[in-house]
């Protein structure tokens, strides 16, 4: 069974900088669409960025400029470097992707996220 893992969240000051790094794993597949989402408290759950297969990449408007989203397809990786980060960027980072096993039909997964806080 594939699964999505977060890691490289923290705390860090406004201004400073964190890398996401999303890993895919469990077998062979193959990874079209992966984004970043982030959820804070009390909202719903908002799409801050998606990279295709190919390369192309669009961002919500409030981090564009800010932040990077990159993916590696020899590792199953993707990558969400942020700068310039602001308090209201705190929220539970999530990685998502369509996939498709060997031989199978594509499906959506989740990683469980992983928090990131922006405060002095």
């Known amino acids: 069974q594939v699964q999505l893992v977060e890691s490289g969240g923290g705390l860090v000051q406004p201004g400073g900088s964190l890398r996401l790094s999303c890993l895919a794993s469990?077998?062979?597949?193959?990874?079209?669409?992966m984004r970043w989402y982030r959820q804070a408290p009390g909202n719903q759950r908002e799409l801050v960025a998606t990279?295709?297969?190919?390369?192309?990449?669009n961002y919500a408007s409030s981090v564009r400029g800010r932040f990077t989203i990159s993916r590696d397809n020899a590792k199953n990786t993707v990558e969400l470097q942020m700068n310039s980060l602001k308090p209201e960027d705190t929220a539970v980072y999530y990685c998502n992707a369509d996939i498709a096993a060997m031989m199978r039909e594509l499906w959506n997964y989740w990683g469980r996220g992983t928090q990131v806080t922006v405060s002095s």
């Open positions: 990279i295709t297969s190919g390369g192309s990449t």
């Open positions: 469990g077998g062979a597949f193959t990874i079209y669409v």
